[in-house]
């Protein structure tokens, strides 16, 4: 059950952008299973992928044709991982499928995205008939569709809209995203698409991309395994008003600011519904040496067994996280360390603080969502992370994946 996940309300359509979704049979009998996403001509496309190294054959198809996008086709059900030459022609075969169904655009043009159990070829002729279904159904208001056709083991579908009134006009911004295990992207997350209806050359929309996913998607953990198929994309339109030709305008920084409002909630509805989750933490982490040292930390945290199945107990053993930080791999000094959990101050210079009560500790402890506070005792720099708790129903839930 999602913790405190809002209810999916209508998404807004994005200029030159159309949808269709239907159901190919994939593993899905009830709800549809796969998405047709095309941009009308103009369109700039960005994106970020897995750095695992058993990158899905989709993955590195749609990494290889970034550039000259003008399609997307996406399937729950079967990640098409670790497949090698075979998946990679499956996956050839679905894209050139919806290039044949429209009479613009090429194969070569359609970019490949999978996501579910890794190891099994693609049904091939199911999702060709199922691609010709999803062409024909193209419309520009189908964001809330796709939302929930992209879902594997979510319980809800996660999508969010905004406009942002730049210096030079409106922007609509509108991103869908899935992901509830193996979650720890190295890029992104597990699925995420966004779209807008700026006009940005695609340079400056890669950047722009990579930065917001290092402060939204890069910065959830469910799990610690980084997914074969993560990928994030985002598309700029270019049939709104407002047009960006260089890094240096200055409505960049208000359309990114936008943006990774949309991406960071995302991001954190994804940590708040992780595999059989009942509570959401925030991880913070100030006073380190460096960035790289407070998010050792806050990993470390964020991803120990031991924990996250403490805070599904709500069982405020503070040596848990003492334990976590010293195997962070960061500059630590055991006697500059404080720990508190929200407002409760559990440990000050390594040891218990004073006038500290396990019952305060444990009334946070109790909540649907706490915050974690570290301070390294080095300095101003702090980092987060997003994460939930290990429940009985993380395992069975993986334990029963294929069944």
């Known amino acids: 059950m999602a913790v405190n996940v809002p209810e999916l309300q209508a998404l807004l359509p994005i200029t030159g952008v159309r949808i269709g979704t239907t159901n190919a049979g994939i593993k899905q009998r009830v709800r549809d299973d796969m998405v047709v996403m095309i941009m009308d001509p103009g369109a700039t496309v960005a994106g970020v992928f897995t750095q695992s190294s058993f990158r899905a054959a989709p993955v590195k198809l749609a990494a290889a044709r970034l550039q000259q996008g003008r399609a997307l086709v996406i399937n729950s059900g079967n990640a098409n991982a670790a497949t090698g030459q075979p998946g990679e022609h499956d996956a050839v075969a679905v894209c050139d499928a919806v290039g044949a169904s429209l009479p613009d655009i090429d194969g070569s043009q359609v970019l490949p995205f999978s996501t579910g159990v890794i190891g099994a070829r693609l049904p091939v002729e199911a999702m060709k008939k199922g691609a010709m279904e999803a062409v024909q159904r193209l419309q520009t208001d189908n964001w809330n569709a796709a939302a929930r056709a992209i879902m594997t083991t979510d319980t809800v579908p996660k999508g969010r809209s905004l406009t942002v009134n730049t210096d030079k006009g409106p922007v609509t911004i509108t991103g869908i995203a899935k992901g509830a295990g193996m979650i720890k992207p190295d890029m992104a997350t597990m699925l995420g698409f966004m779209a ?61 600011r936008g943006l990774t409002s949309v991406a960071q909630d995302l991001a954190m509805w994804i940590a708040r519904d992780g595999e059989g989750a009942t509570r959401f933490a925030t991880v913070r982490v100030r006073g380190g040496k460096t960035s790289a040292d407070c998010l050792k930390v806050a990993y470390a945290i964020a991803e120990s067994p031991l924990v996250k199945t403490a805070i599904f107990a709500g069982d405020p053993n503070w040596g848990r996280f003492c334990m976590a930080i010293g195997r962070s791999g960061a500059d630590v000094d055991p006697d500059r360390v404080t720990l508190f959990l929200d407002d409760v101050c559990i440990a000050r210079n390594g040891l218990v603080a004073e006038g500290y009560q396990e019952k305060d500790a444990a009334r946070v402890m109790a909540q649907q969502e706490l915050t974690v506070l570290v301070d390294l005792g080095f300095g101003d720099i702090e980092e987060w992370v997003w994460t939930c708790d290990f429940s009985y129903d993380y395992v069975k839930i993986n334990a029963e994946y294929r069944s």
């Open 196 to 256: 807008m209806d700026a006009a940005i050359p695609q340079k400056v929309l890669q950047g722009m991309l990579k930065r917001v996913a290092d402060v939204s998607f890069n910065r959830v953990t469910i799990d610690g395994d980084t997914s074969t198929n993560d990928s994030l994309i985002l598309i700029a339109s270019g049939k709104g008003s407002v047009g960006i030709t260089n890094e240096e305008d200055p409505c960049l920084v208000q359309i990114e």
